[in-house]
């Protein structure tokens, strides 16, 4: 069984940073794409970053020049570092494993920018 725990969010003000992190435990293949998603009160999930097994990254436009999305192959973990945040940017945000057996969600973790 897979297991990916979220930690790392919380409250900044505009314009600071904050770096998630998801680790992935269990019987897992290490080298899986992983992705962060996000969901805003009212708004429907969206797709925010995505790291491949073989290091290639896409982002969604509102976040690009801003975010990184970054692994760790060793510990199984994925990062997301979220520099210069925006009010907009206020949502749970949720680990994604995809893997050939299925896709695995994290717990999510909050982040909520605001002055």
């Known amino acids: 069984q897979v297991q990916l725990v979220e930690s790392g969010g919380g409250l900044v003000q505009p314009g600071g940073s904050l770096r998630l992190s998801c680790a992935a435990s269990?019987?897992?293949?290490?080298?899986?794409?992983m992705d962060w998603h996000r969901q805003a009160p009212g708004k429907q999930r969206e797709l925010v970053a995505r790291?491949?097994?073989?290091?290639?990254?896409y982002y969604v436009d509102s976040v690009k020049g801003r975010f990184t999305i970054s692994r760790d192959n060793a510990k199984n973990t994925v990062y997301l570092q979220m520099n210069s945040l925006k009010p907009e940017d206020t949502a749970v945000y949720y680990c994604k494993l995809i893997s050939s057996a299925g896709h695995y969600w994290g717990q999510g973790t909050q982040v909520t920018v605001s002055s």
């Open positions: 269990g019987s897992i293949f290490r080298l899986n794409t």
């Open positions: 790291i491949t097994g073989g290091g290639s990254t």
